[in-house]
Structure formats: structure tokens, C-alpha cells
């Protein structure tokens, strides 16, 4: 059983020091790449909903070689809370 994909977002976080879209969707494609709603623009939609909801915080921005928009952001110590207590430690990445 997988977790649903923004629980799987906010669970990738938990012990990274900060990350952006793209290196949390390479960490999940094994359990996620096939569905058809695995693509970068939801995925910064799940970011910018944990954002709003105080689970993770914007901490820098940059533009890769490419000139594309690169957003890193950091899970909140309520993000670590809501983790601890909602998620099955089965379920944490290590």
C-alpha cells in the first residue's frame, strides 16, 4: 500500500535539510513514476499546499542552467510533527 502522494511528498522531507520538486520526484519514482498524475506541476501544487498549510517553508530560489525556476523548501517542525504522528513508522524513508 502506498501512501497518498502528498502524505509521500511531506514523508520524503522529514530528514532532508532542504529540497526542491525535482529531487523529491526522483526519490519517489520507483513507488509513484507510473501513475498518470506524477508530474512536476502537481507536484509543486502538493509543495505549495504543505507550504500554505505550515508543514514546509520556501527557503531559496534559483535558476538552473537551463534559466527554469527552481524552488527549495524545508519541512517545519509541525511538518515533522504531523509526520511522527501520522504516518506508520513502516511507512518512513530512510
Do not use: C, W
Not at 12 to 35: A, F, H, N, R
Not at 42 to 58: D, F
Amino acid at each position: 500500500m502506498l501512501l497518498p502522494s502528498r502524505t509521500a511528498v511531506l514523508n520524503q522531507m522529514y530528514d532532508q535539510k532542504e529540497t526542491d520538486v525535482v529531487q523529491i520526484m526522483e526519490k519517489l519514482e520507483p513507488q509513484y513514476g507510473s501513475e498518470k498524475q506524477f508530474n512536476e506541476k502537481l507536484y509543486l501544487e502538493h509543495m505549495m499546499a504543505l507550504e500554505a498549510n505550515g508543514l514546509v517553508e520556501l527557503t531559496t530560489y534559483d535558476l538552473d542552467d537551463n534559466d527554469k525556476l527552481v524552488i527549495y523548501y524545508k519541512i517545519t517542525s509541525d511538518g515533522i510533527a504531523t509526520v511522527d504522528k501520522y504516518i506508520d513508522k513502516k511507512y518512513r524513508l530512510v
